[in-house]
């Protein structure tokens, strides 16, 4: 089996994860290739000891991310730092011939995205994608190859969402996603937004305008001292777009929300589309259920199927056990290597985030600022 050998730049929460579903690679059946993480990179040495200590395959660690780029012996880079590092980064990352996955938002704003996405074309070698794991919950698996069937009948809803309570306490302390000049302008949008744009991107359905209202709930917190620090940031944002279905060229309401003050909800991300043939719902609240519901003349009731690991990119485990959120990010990883390696996915919604997507999520989430500055249905740039 192919290697592929890694280095990590950002030691965080997500850089851990990684490391975690690295660790866990026999987990998945006969995978395409195999990542090995051979380098870290972090600004402060601490974050990448539990690296070290955990991996054992760990031959550089370095607070110089250039100097990890310049390492021969690495292959590919996961790149999991705060936003406005995300252009420089990225395309340092590709300039030295490294294969990329990035995390969203993929650059801190539109030009950021830009200048990644021209660094990309000018090297077609470099393989990138953008990570977005809740696709492969296997309800949204199934409710995709549902999508490439034409099942849906007539598009008439489409609603999609990422909600949190992470902000709801007031004396949360202060950090880098509660600021302009690291999270970015767009706030909730670009912290959460490319989730439940994910597959409705992937499905054809470029919003083609949109209305979006943005709140800022606290507009302080407690900063390093304890003081209370500006918090500049969107919070909540609500996005009713127009789209058009490719195959019907029907258009229909696509509603997005990104919520990260919302009562009750820890990590919710749900799907739901309405169709007069069928109509399919999921949510994390619920993550093993995949409810649908036929109609073809008479009653409309509402199934509700227990998927269990129902994977893509099969894993060792009993077909009855429910997946969870680590089971998730390793199908997404697995997604990577296994396009990485051949090119292709095993179905049109069984893939990672490409370049192009990003894109266009950095149109929308441009527009829903202006919308919302403007108090106007803003036309979505869909070049
Ligand atoms: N896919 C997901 O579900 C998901 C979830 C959370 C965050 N994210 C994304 O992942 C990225 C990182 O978020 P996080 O929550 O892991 O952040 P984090 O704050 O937990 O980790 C970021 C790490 O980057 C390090 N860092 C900062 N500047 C650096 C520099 N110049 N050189 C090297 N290291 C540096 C920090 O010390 C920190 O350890 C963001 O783009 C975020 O939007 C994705």
């Not at 959460?192 to 359905?205: D, I, M, S, Y």
């Not at 979006?212 to 507009?219: D, E, G, N």
């Not at 997946?323 to 997404?332: C, E, H, K, P, T």
Request: aromatic letters at 10%; charged letters at 20%; a neutral charge.
């Amino acid at each position: 089996m192919r290697t592929v050998r890694f280095g990590i730049i950002g030691c965080g929460l997500m850089g851990r994860e990684f490391a975690s579903a690295a660790a866990r690679w026999c987990h998945l059946r006969e995978p395409s290739a195999r990542p090995v993480i051979v380098a870290v990179c972090n600004r402060s040495p601490e974050p990448m000891r539990w690296f070290t200590d955990h991996l054992g395959t760990i031959r550089q660690a370095t607070a110089n991310y250039r100097e990890l780029l310049a390492n021969p012996d690495v292959d590919a880079v996961y790149i999991a730092v705060p936003h406005h590092l995300h252009a420089e980064m990225y395309i340092t990352a590709i300039e030295a011939g490294k294969h990329l996955f990035g995390e969203k938002p993929f650059g801190i704003d539109r030009e950021a995205n830009r200048a990644i996405l021209a660094a990309l074309a000018a090297r077609p070698d470099c393989f990138a994608r953008c990570s977005s794991e809740f696709p492969f919950f296997p309800a949204m698996q199934r409710i995709g190859r549902m999508l490439a069937g034409h099942e849906f009948g007539t598009i008439l809803e489409v609603n999609a969402g990422f909600l949190h309570s992470s902000d709801l306490d007031p004396n949360k302390p202060i950090n880098w996603k509660r600021s302009v000049a690291t999270n970015g302008a767009y706030g909730c949008l670009g912290d959460l937004g490319l989730h439940p744009l994910h597959v409705p991107l992937r499905a054809g359905w470029m919003p083609r305008n949109v209305r979006a209202i943005l709140s800022k709930v606290f507009t302080h917190r407690p900063g390093r001292d304890g003081q209370p620090a500006p918090c500049e940031t969107w919070d909540n944002a609500t996005l009713l777009c127009e789209a058009m279905d490719p195959t019907t060229r029907q258009i229909f309401p696509l509603t997005i929300k990104t919520q990260r003050i919302a009562p009750g909800e820890k990590n919710s991300w749900y799907f739901e589309i309405l169709g007069t043939r069928r109509s399919a719902r999921f949510s994390t609240k619920q993550a093993n259920a995949l409810q649908f519901l036929d109609y073809s003349g008479g009653e409309q009731p509402w199934q509700h199927l227990d998927m269990g690991q129902e994977m893509t990119y099969p894993v060792i485990s009993g077909g009855i056990f429910e997946a969870g959120f680590s089971d998730v990010i390793l199908q997404m990883w697995a997604a990577y290597l296994h396009e990485l390696v051949h090119g292709h996915t095993p179905g049109p919604f069984a893939g990672c985030v490409t370049p192009r997507e990003t894109q266009q999520h950095h149109e929308v989430l441009t527009a829903a600022l202006e919308s919302h500055r403007t108090c106007t249905v803003v036309t979505v740039n869909g070049d």
